[in-house]
């Protein structure tokens, strides 16, 4: 192992969007979700594991923000059924999902888990790991070519461009027909806006969100049937992809197979996840030019064990340290930052009661940042994760791609796309932060520096 560097005696503010001192009013909370959502997480959040509260006129809406990990899995995973996601919320995923896991809930999403599973997990997608490789070098090259001490480039627009052509290698086999439709996926849902939050019946919530596409949208979404049905074909001779396997994919429970859009909705679903990973190989270029002695620590361990030779997928588990870093990048910066839900049916949560009807608010950047949980939480620190430091710590204090029967479908597909990309651009270049202006988190459906992250490009 390489030898550890003596860190900074004053280690670096970090960006972190402005943390109000007191709750919001109601009618603050509902101006500033659209503006930047993680600014309605005030300082009371980050002390206290359970928060209720309540607000709307005469505080008829009961709210609940749950940081204690005990919370979390009574949440997430105990009693899943009882917190589906908020109405409307989940109608932005479905206006162009579907039915989707994404955007579905009941015996629909449970079908819809089942059948999809094996078709992304590990084993399923093992054999694209070379060629996810292969385009990470690419990826690498034409920074090396456009960018290296030269003008800065957006890291942020360079992440989305390489991650999309990894997981349109593991959807498609790398057919680039389907470039648009990678492109159409990542920004699905739209932003949310303050009555988006609001609780409302279900036919309001259906009477604000509208199912029809449109333009380059209802384009892209043609083309994803399209592949879909090609791979339905019996003469179809190209490779068992994810859509190839989504298509032919049966419930191993009733042996009823998918009908082709249900595939099409799926395969949507898994796609639009895949979105939030960006924003991890952002972050890190940032956290490790504030933190020259990690950074030296990382490529020592890469050139240690990777050196110049090709890489190759079992180097990503002789790399612990890289692994540490990814993981302190995802705590600070959580993919997810904010998980919603709302409460079926009455209970009581770490003992406090939750009526029905409760909006319960599971926030992965609070959790991760939360003074209860971790010491000095807003400190880059990838020793956290060193083995012997988890000893002890709650499972659920650390849920970068949520936890349980919702955790994200594409975290395999995500965590191999980022060690690829981290590890071929870290062991070749270094990056250097590009502006003076301040770096604002912004809160969406995932996490990113508002307006992109400039840098410039040194080969190392």
Known sequence: MATPVSPAAEPPALATPDRPSRPLSTWALLKAIPTNSLGVLDDQLFEELVVFRRYGLGGMQPACFVSDPAGVKQVLVDKFDNYPRVPTIRRLFEAEIGTGTLASEGETWRRHRRVATPSIDHRAVRGDTPAVIALAESGADRLARHYAG?????????????????LNQVATGGDERAMPVLKWLSTVPRKPRGVDIVPKPEWVSKLLVRRRLEGSKAEADAQLRALIAERLQPDYAGGQDLLWRLAHAEDRQTGVPFTAEEARDEAASIIAAGDATIRALTWIWYLLDLHRDVEARFHAELDEVVGTRPLVAEDFQKLPYVRQVLDEVMRLYPPIPVIVRKARAADVICGVKIPRGTIVTVAPFVIHRHRRLWGDPDRFDPERFAEGARVGRPRYAFIPFAAGPGVCPGATVAMTNLMASIVTL????????????????FGGISLQPKGGLKVTVEVR
């Open 150 to 166: 030269k003008k800065s480039v957006d890291i942020e627009r360079f992440a989305q461009d390489l991650l999309a052509r990894m």
């Open 426 to 441: 870290g062991r070749r270049f270094r990056f250097r932060l590009a502006t003076t202006a301040p770096i604002v988190p």
